[in-house]
């Protein structure tokens, strides 16, 4: 959807966030690809063609091939899919759980507050990284590993931001009126502070999408994540590394299809930041 298609309220509104617009454009590019991948892919991501090994860009092959004759175009477009999976879905599960925590934490206080916290202080003694590769080492490579490990360390910095709101937004007037109204703890919880303390949590996923984006790609390389010949951009990476000297391409393609994404999230989710007022 271009800025002309959009009604005049809101063409004024992007038009003075070049960024938001931008970035909104980005990620909607990457959808779209995504979508039309088995329409725009002229071959087949992991079909091999040893008679075409490590052809450079030209007309049939626009990105080049790879070392087992791969057209490398196909492939970053099939690998679109599993890239926004990743930055999605590995930042929707610490969301979730994040947010419960920290907003049972923040509205109880006292010793509910007390063991939440001390948990969040366990998990965040270890090394992200080094606690993430642990569990996936412990439950086997793969996308699932990898969605399971970032739930179970990454809802730590949600947690403790809805939890600083809750705890300021349940003394305002507001609060104290429901509660005086004899309103349910779970109805005050969740349809009156919740909705209120969630502002820097959808902020901070769009910046989280890119750690997200990066750790999965990241992990993939370690031969962890996604496994060959899945069409996935951190595969693409390790795949190509050693013959980067003879064929850039290989490698050049996908690094940039990571940078793009991550530039997309990261402009989007600095323009929310500016339009919500959430400074960091």
Known sequence: MSLLSLSPPLRARFGRRPMLATGLAILGGFVALALLAPLIAPFDPILQNPGAKLMPPSWDHPFGT???GRDVFSRVLWGTRIDLQIAVLGVVFPFLIGTGVGTVAGFFGGWVDAVLMRIIDVVLAFPFLVLMLSIIAILGPGLASFYIAMA???????????????LVLKSQDFAVAAASLGFS????????????ALAGSLVFVMSDAVLV???GASISYLGLGVQPPVAE?????????GFISQAWWITLFPGLAIVTLAF????????????MGVHE
Do not use: K
């Not at 703890?185 to 209120?196: A, S």
């Open 66 to 68: 790879d070392n087992f």
């Open 152 to 166: 179970l360390v990454g809802w730590v910095s949600y947690a403790r931001l809805i939890r600083a709101q809750i």
């Open 185 to 196: 703890r779970l109805r005050i919880m969740f349809r009156h502070l919740l909705p209120n």
């Open 213 to 215: 984006l990066l750790n």
């Open 233 to 241: 951009w951190g595969v693409m990476v390790a795949e190509a590394q």
């Open 264 to 275: 997309g999230f990261s402009l989007t989710g600095d323009a929310l930041a500016d339009l």
